[in-house]
């Protein structure tokens, strides 16, 4: 009999929690084995022990080194799972520009939002994290993306979407992208104020955004 997946689940968050990167990798090997889905086992596993260690960031009872071996452990479950993810190949391609806005290192979430993306059958160009924001211009244009998602963790770093944005008025470029924010600090309201088209609250919302923003 296999194991019960609320159990690896659990475990997963556990891992990710207590920062134990074997641990984290044995049960991401163990769900691979007993055919437990991979997305969920990143979602309802791995991001649910990164939710608890934000919580615990916050709380002041873990500090950076914590956190980034939080974030290791997470990241090495990752690496087995997501060649597991099941593909929607019905998609129609679209092409996302990804990335965390400059001066901003913060791309757990990034992450997560590539693998609904990829997950979904779009092609995603990820620019990885503290991204020069003229490179999100550049990068919509060399690969002619119809979305741009930008992802910021900080209150110092938001203004930068802004910039994007006006960046891409003042070449001329705006009506041939839509563009996509997300990440803790903002909000629908912040994204409509900077001219940005959506925003999105968490990963999953994150495919049904740009299904709707690039159909017609
Ligand atoms: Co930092 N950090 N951190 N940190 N860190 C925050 C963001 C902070 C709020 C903590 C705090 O003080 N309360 C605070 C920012 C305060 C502010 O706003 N000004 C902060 C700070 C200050 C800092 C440093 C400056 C600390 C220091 O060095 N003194 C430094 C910054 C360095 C820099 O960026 N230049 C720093 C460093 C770090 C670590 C390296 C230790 C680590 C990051 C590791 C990494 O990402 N590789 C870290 C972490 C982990 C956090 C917290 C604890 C957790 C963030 C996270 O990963 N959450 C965070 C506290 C918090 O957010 N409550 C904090 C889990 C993740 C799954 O959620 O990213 O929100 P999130 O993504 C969600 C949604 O938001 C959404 O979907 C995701 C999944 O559902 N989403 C999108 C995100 N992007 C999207 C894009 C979309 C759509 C949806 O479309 C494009």
Same mark, same amino acid.
Request: net charge negative; charged share 30%; with cysteine.
């Given at each position: 009999?296999?194991?019960?997946?609320?159990?690896?689940?659990k475990?997963?968050?556990?891992?990710v929690v207590?920062g134990d990167?074997?641990g984290?990798?044995?049960?991401?090997e163990?769900?691979v084995?007993?055919?437990?889905?991979?997305?969920?086992a990143?979602?309802?596993?791995?991001?649910?022990?990164?939710r608890?260690?934000?919580?615990?960031?916050e709380?002041?009872?873990y500090?950076?080194p914590e956190v980034?071996?939080s974030?290791?452990?997470?990241?090495?479950?990752?690496?087995?799972?997501k060649?597991h993810?099941?593909v929607?190949?019905?998609s129609?391609?679209i092409t996302?520009?990804?990335?965390v806005?400059?001066?901003d290192?913060?791309d757990?979430g990034?992450n997560l939002?590539k693998?609904m993306l990829?997950s979904?059958?779009?092609k995603?160009? *990820?620019?990885? #994290?503290?991204?020069?924001l003229?490179e999100?211009? !550049?990068? +919509?244009k &060399?690969?002619?993306?119809? /979305?741009?998602?930008?992802?910021?963790?900080?209150t110092?770093?938001?203004?930068g979407m802004?910039?994007?944005?006006?960046?891409l008025?003042s070449?001329g470029?705006?009506?041939?992208?839509k563009?996509?924010i997300?990440?803790?600090?903002?909000?629908? *309201?912040?994204? #409509?104020?900077?001219?940005a088209?959506?925003w999105g !609250?968490d +990963?999953? &919302?994150?495919?049904?955004? /740009?299904?709707?923003l690039?159909?017609k």
């Amino acid at each position: 009999m296999g194991v019960d997946k609320e159990e690896v689940f659990k475990n997963l968050a556990k891992c990710v929690v207590d920062g134990d990167e074997e641990g984290a990798k044995r049960w991401a090997e163990e769900a691979v084995k007993n055919n437990i889905d991979a997305y969920e086992a990143i979602m309802k596993g791995l991001a649910e022990g990164m939710r608890v260690v934000s919580e615990l960031y916050e709380k002041g009872e873990y500090y950076v080194p914590e956190v980034l071996l939080s974030a290791s452990a997470m990241n090495m479950a990752v690496e087995i799972l997501k060649p597991h993810i099941k593909v929607d190949k019905t998609s129609k391609p679209i092409t996302v520009v990804l990335g965390v806005v400059e001066g901003d290192i913060h791309d757990i979430g990034k992450n997560l939002v590539k693998i609904m993306l990829d997950s979904a059958g779009f092609k995603v160009i *990820d620019l990885g #994290k503290d991204v020069p924001l003229s490179e999100f211009v !550049k990068a +919509a244009k &060399e690969h002619g993306a119809e /979305v741009i998602g930008m992802s910021a963790l900080m209150t110092t770093t938001m203004p930068g979407m802004k910039k994007v944005v006006d960046l891409l008025v003042s070449e001329g470029y705006r009506d041939r992208v839509k563009i996509m924010i997300g990440g803790a600090p903002t909000t629908m *309201d912040y994204a #409509k104020s900077i001219g940005a088209d959506s925003w999105g !609250k968490d +990963a999953s &919302e994150a495919v049904g955004i /740009v299904r709707s923003l690039t159909a017609k």
